[in-house]
């Protein structure tokens, strides 16, 4: 019935929001009927017109030389010989991070239905983070390596004081800080928080990027990169690579989770999340989509 009445739909060629959602409308329902030629067709349709509103306000690029400053700088001799100081344990911040489409949603909501955690759901606590960073160190990440430790701790304090924004904090949870592509940032976060914890969201890479092509995102720089298979593939290819570089260079505390091991052994796979986040098993996050 949806594909009967939309195709019928004529719309003027400059109402970009409205011809975005036609197209994703009768994207879904092809799909759904098991049309993939006409759900193909259509997906594309709604992410050409999105791609021209993107182009208009922001680039690509900027994000791609983002990622890649970070890939060029993290390597053994740069980071060997940083000096950190030690956290105090109650004070170090967990973070939900992964690749968009990866299941990290999924994972937030299981996690969330458990009494002892709270999730701050995509709040801009690390962009102030890093932006405050950047400040200190000039915005060159060579200069990472020379932070005192009265600006360590003024960095760490700057962190907590912009998440304690967002929850009204009770020192009987924990606070998981979920921003997917928050994981460009895993080498500053542990430059200031060497204890921090990592909860790494990973799936079949396929899987991946044929949702990215199907969901309609935000606008940002990143979020440009996700219109087409190409750049969102070469994209995933660039953040892959540096979280790889991460973990040969860093000591990184993190508990890998699958989303393919979540849907097929969800007690073992939440379980040892749980055990990772020194939290008791409780089976209220069985009922998680309640």
Not at 83 to 104: A, D, Q, W
Not at 267 to 283: A, G, K, Q, Y
């Amino acid at each position: 019935e949806v594909i009967k009445i939309y195709e019928k739909i004529v719309l003027d060629k400059n109402d970009i929001g409205r011809i975005t959602v036609k197209n994703e409308l009768l994207a879904k329902s092809y799909d759904y009927i098991g049309n993939y030629d006409k759900a193909y067709e259509s997906f594309q349709s709604a992410n050409k017109q999105i791609n021209s509103f993107f182009q208009k306000k922001y680039n690509k690029e900027n994000y791609i030389n983002f990622v890649n400053k970070r890939n060029e700088y993290f390597t053994l001799k740069n980071v060997k010989n940083w000096v950190t100081e030690k956290e105090n344990k109650k004070e170090i911040p967990i973070f939900l991070i992964g690749f968009p489409r990866s299941g990290t949603t999924l994972l937030d909501t299981i996690l969330r239905s458990h009494p002892k955690i709270e999730v701050l759901e995509e709040k801009p606590v690390v962009d102030i983070f890093i932006k405050s960073l950047d400040k200190v160190i000039n915005n060159d990440l060579n200069n990472l390596g020379k932070i005192d430790s009265s600006s360590v701790e003024k960095l760490r304090q700057i962190y907590f004081d912009n998440r304690n924004k967002y929850i009204n904090f009770d020192p009987k949870k924990i606070y998981i800080d979920k921003m997917p592509l928050n994981l460009i940032h895993v080498g500053e976060i542990v430059r200031i928080f060497p204890g921090a914890k990592f909860i790494f969201a990973i799936r079949n890479p396929y899987d991946v990027i044929l949702s990215c092509f199907m969901q309609q995102f935000s606008p940002n720089d990143a979020m440009a990169n996700l219109t087409n298979f190409d750049d969102a593939i070469n994209l995933y290819d660039l953040v892959m690579n540096l979280w790889l570089k991460y973990n040969e260079i860093l000591s990184i505390k993190v508990q890998i989770v699958r989303y393919e091991n979540v849907v097929e052994n969800f007690n073992e796979s939440i379980n040892n999340l749980l055990n990772f986040l020194e939290l008791e098993w409780d089976d209220i996050v069985k009922e998680y989509y309640k």
